[in-house]
């Protein structure tokens, strides 16, 4: 079951235990460059994520949205 993801949710990775924050969704702000996110293998409705690594350095990554799974809805 694939799920619905909105900016604030808490996420991590099917594979992984690191919580991360949603930070927007691919295709939902005009200045996405469809043509390189495709061109990377990502589509509409993947996932622009932050969090903090060991560290204390905040990362960013994008995650196709089969990988995820909800850990907290933002309301």
Known sequence: MNESFIKG???RTKSGNTEMT???LIG???DDELV???ARGYE????ICE???SNENTKYDVFK???LVLVEKQE
């Open 36 to 38: 390189f996110i495709n």
């Open 44 to 47: 509409i409705g993947d996932v």
């Open 28 to 30: 939902s702000e005009k």
């Open 65 to 67: 949205k089969e990988a």
């Open 22 to 24: 949603v930070v927007r």
């Open 9 to 11: 949710n808490k996420v």
């Open 51 to 53: 969090w903090t690594d």
